[in-house]
């Protein structure tokens, strides 16, 4: 349990290269973050920031109110599981979660309890006397979680720990992380690109972009209220529709022109657009693909066009459709069944509707 | 009766072997040529007592082998190939290990310092002792230069039968460090940084590190530099030749050096083969107990 906080931490390299910028944060004990971002975006250096494996060039890390830059790895009282699991190759599965308390020389006696306890809750107890080459990849996960669990350490980092898993295996890991969270009820920080396993496992979610924090959220948030195109971009699969518009007042009501139609913008959205003077301006409009919807009359139509691919998935459809505006994605629970070229109409659910600044990028409507 | 199921499964499993014997023999020839029958040629002269010259010989039975174990100057020598050969081993596994963690981080001129380090492997040994003779010389010689500008007593170095052995060591260590240096640095560069990492964040200090993670680590390469070392060690001639020619009164005779006497220069083949024989038989045991050893302590 730990409270962990970053204070405009930045680190950079001798060639001068700023792997991560002014990065502030702060986890309050209990809390599960989640550092997420495309690769190179400084979220696996800012974790091992805080683990101490990188030196802090810049800025203030305190654990527990305690400043913590310059202090060993050994010392922070920190467990890390990485994205290799990083086994000790000669060690017994038993031997590996062990470790970290023979070397404080915790009685013998003691370490056998605990090492069992731990091997029991992973169900890693028939696997103890293998050594890491004889496990499977979720097998040797489950040893590099032991091995964090064993210490009780006051805060646990993981690397992409997941990505070296096939996709079931990922996801039925995933659950189990999720049930080692409830169960430890400790913090966690948690690196990962997969934006799946953020919206899922993160109580918090720090999204970052080329060394530099976008957003920081919880995921619901994240999903409906993105500060900027990125995060919009980043969060949600299949990813969010961007599409050209010019904001115009018609009869009093402030609408989204696009090439095919006019989405009616809502009283809150509305004067969001007066106040930030956009009217009779450029905008880039945003929509998630599950936002997008058949149009029944031509009154409603935002966007015409013909399906370039339709994917069942069974319960849902994504529909891609080259429209005037581009290709947009519907993801929709009204199985119709498509064919390549069938001409199509569509429109939006006008609430769910994001408008962003097309030079800054940054929402104009939250 | 299976008498024809057992035929067709000989012949299956033999149907190919003319055509395995045509890729090996172009090996196997010289094989069988240069090794495997003088090894065999040796273990029969062992029985006999020829003299090296003589067209002519007669078969003695274990004569040869009563007499050497007899021979007090074979104790004597096979002593001083333990000696030798543990004398050159371990130095050569421990400096080659230190100068590797030392060369690891690559620095400003740490190729060429590893170069140096090395080249004393691939310059004839020949040529290396007979510097190293005029290193040793009594007088004048840069050792004992060394020593008296440290303020330590000159020594007789190979003029002497107490530090004979310790100057012949000397060299063979000199020249093999460099080889060992090469294989440790590259095993050291294939342990994967994330062990380091996750050894330190379980708390522990750079000597345990080392104990834990990076000697069983490393240890494929140690057992490898073990068994080459030893039998580098058991054949060592050249440096012997030149610098003591196995003495002063025999205090550098090992087994090989004994065998040469024997043979070449007392023209007892018989007996000198039997010490082959002997050599032979312990360098086989003394690889066989290193790989049963290494069971334990070698981790791949």
């Given at each position: 349990m730990a409270e962990i906080i970053l204070k405009n931490i930045t680190k950079e390299y001798e060639n001068g290269f700023q792997a991560v910028k002014n990065v502030s944060l702060d986890i309050k004990d209990n809390e599960f973050v989640i550092l997420v971002g495309?690769?190179?975006?400084g979220k696996s250096t800012t974790l091992r920031m805080i683990a101490g494996l990188e030196d802090i060039s810049d800025g203030d890390l305190f654990i527990d109110g305690e400043r913590m830059n310059d202090v060993a790895p050994q010392h922070r009282d920190i467990a890390m599981v990485f994205q290799n699991y990083a086994l000790y190759p000669h060690m017994s599965v038993y031997q590996n979660i062990a470790y970290s308390l023979k070397i404080k020389k915790i009685p013998k006696s003691e370490i056998d309890q605990r090492v069992h306890e731990v091997a029991k809750s992973l169900g890693l107890e028939e696997l103890l006397d293998r050594k890491p080459g004889q496990l499977s990849g979720g097998q040797k996960q489950r040893v590099a979680m032991g091995r964090a669990i064993i210490r009780h350490p006051k805060a646990f980092l993981m690397d992409e720990p997941l990505s070296n898993l096939d996709a079931k295996l990922r996801g039925q890991m995933r659950v189990e992380i999720a049930d080692l969270y409830q169960r430890l009820n400790t913090t966690f920080i948690y690196v990962t690109h997969d934006q799946t396993e953020a919206m899922t496992l993160g109580t918090k979610i720090v999204v970052m972009k080329d060394g530099e924090i976008q957003q920081i959220d919880n995921p619901t948030n994240l999903f409906s209220?993105?500060?900027n195109k990125f995060v919009a971009g980043f969060i949600g699969t299949p990813t969010m529709n961007f599409f050209e518009a010019e904001c115009a007042e018609e009869n009093g009501l402030v609408v989204l022109k696009t090439v095919a139609g006019r989405i009616v913008m809502n009283d809150a959205k509305a004067a969001k657009l007066r106040e930030g003077g956009w009217i009779g301006k450029k905008v880039t409009g945003g929509i998630r693909p599950e936002h997008v919807i058949l149009s029944q009359d031509g009154e409603n139509t935002v966007f015409s066009g013909k399906v370039n691919v339709f994917e069942l998935l069974g319960s849902n459809a994504i529909i891609y459709v080259e429209t005037e505006a581009g290709m947009i994605v519907m993801n929709t629970s009204q199985v119709q069944v498509y064919e390549h070229g069938d001409k199509i109409a569509l429109s939006v659910i006008a609430d769910k509707v994001h408008v962003f600044d097309p030079e800054t990028e940054r929402t104009v409507t939250n | 009766m299976s008498t024809p199921k057992v035929k067709r499964k000989f012949k299956r499993r033999y149907d190919k072997l003319p055509t395995v014997l045509l890729f090996v023999l172009p090996a196997l020839i010289p094989l069988i040529v240069f090794w495997i029958y003088p090894i065999c040629r040796s273990v029969y002269l062992s029985f006999t007592n020829w003299d090296?010259?003589?067209?002519t010989y007669k078969i003695v039975g274990l004569k040869n082998y009563i007499s050497l174990f007899r021979n007090p100057r074979f104790f004597e020598a096979l002593g001083h190939t333990v000696v030798f050969t543990a004398g050159t081993l371990i130095p050569t596994i421990v400096l080659g290990l230190v100068l590797a963690l030392l060369l690891v981080r690559n620095f400003h001129g740490s190729g060429i310092l590893k170069f140096i380090l090395f080249s004393p492997w691939i310059t004839p040994t020949v040529a290396i002792s007979i510097v190293w003779t005029w290193i040793y010389k009594?007088?004048?010689g840069i050792a004992n230069t060394i020593l008296t500008a440290l303020g330590a007593s000159p020594l007789k170095w190979i003029s002497s039968s107490d530090t004979a052995m310790l100057s012949v060591i000397i060299v063979t260590v000199w020249k093999s460090l460099g080889y060992a240096m090469i294989f440790y640095l590259s095993a050291l560069e294939r342990v994967p940084g994330e062990l380091y990492e996750a050894v330190a964040l379980d708390g522990a200090s750079k000597w345990r590190t080392f104990f834990d993670i990076t000697l069983p680590c490393i240890s494929p390469t140690t057992f490898f530099l073990m068994i080459i070392t030893m039998v580098n060690s058991l054949q060592a001639y050249d440096q012997i030749q030149v610098l003591t020619q196995g003495g002063p009164s025999g205090s550098t005779r090992t087994l090989l050096y004994m065998y040469y006497q024997l043979g070449f220069q007392e023209f007892n083949m018989g007996q000198a083969t039997a010490v082959a024989v002997v050599m032979i038989l312990l360098t086989v045991g003394l690889s066989v107990i290193q790989f049963k050893a290494s069971e334990k302590w070698v981790h791949y």
């Open positions: 495309p690769s190179g975006c209220y993105p500060v | 090296f010259i003589s067209p009594t007088d004048g």
